[in-house]
């Protein structure tokens, strides 16, 4: 709008083009995130559904990882721990999942074994982790229309599938995570683009924080008097 403001001084245009556009409202959409009482429905049915969709789940919520990021498992390659490549410059990060979901993850694998026997040749061996109940790998759009039908059968409002990263990424911020380590566990390529995504949640825990130490100090003043 200036440039052409300048144009019309210049008399390079009769009349600015720009006037009356109205320019898009820049306000920053928030995040989805399960809260604690919707997270605590999630996990409790999380049993109730076939082992391939639940490790999908499981990746996002309990490991940070992205849609891409789980389709691209390889079978052979997952452990307690493993390397995964990130999206950024930042290249590798290591993904340390949770007792349970190796559990899972072991169970999976041993499902395959089952259905390839079982199968035999309707079996497709396909080398990703996450597969469809015939070997096929699991199509990246399945992630989320499972998802969606997953959370109203039990009765929640349906998030998108990266609401299950960002929710991974609440909870570490409010058992004490600071910006730096919430930004290696997400494999961000520098902390500032997790401060720009999550400052809220970070600000909400130092409120909180202040809030409880200050209650605190109220009890400690009172029992001593």
Sequence with gaps: ????????????????????????????KEIQILSPEDFAVFCSHLDEIPLDQRVCFELALFGSLRRGEIMGILEDRIGNEFVKDTKTSSGERLCILPAPVIRDVKALRKHHIEQKLKLGPLWTNSDYLIK???????????????????????????????ALRHTYASICISIGADPATVSKRMGHANVSTTLGIYTHLFEKKEEEDKLASALGDMLTKSVEK
């Design 1 to 28: 709008r200036l440039c052409c403001s300048i144009a019309v001084n210049w008399e390079l245009l009769k009349s600015n083009p720009c006037h009356d556009v109205i320019l898009p409202s820049n306000k920053k």
């Design 132 to 162: 469809e109940q015939n070997g096929e790998a699991f199509h990246p759009g399945e992630c989320a229309r499972r998802l969606r039908r997953y959370m109203e059968r039990i009765g929640l409002e349906p998030i998108t599938f990266h």
